[in-house]
């Protein structure tokens, strides 16, 4: 489910270990049954239930993960835009 807040996964997984179908989950939560298939897939535990909070978690780690490092962390670009934007200024 993308951008999944953690009251989503709660409830999907409330309906899902109550037993009801994919389609009647996604439409229960306002999702697409592709995105609860999706999110039941990717955040299984290891014995392959879903528990929300485990979820939650990884979904979590994964985001940070996939974050794209900013370039003005780079010391050698910081520095070059600082010059030019000084030059700018004169």
Known sequence: MTHSIQSERIHLHKLHRAGHTITYIGWAI???KY???QE???NRNADGSYNAMSAHRRALQRRGESRRPIRMEDPTTF???SENL???QL
Do not use: F, I, P, T
Request: glycine share 6%; proline share 0%; no cysteine.
């Open 30 to 32: 306002g999702k697409d």
């Open 35 to 37: 995105s609860v298939s």
């Open 40 to 42: 039941l897939r990717r």
């Open 79 to 81: 520095e070059a835009v």
């Open 86 to 88: 000084v030059l700018r």
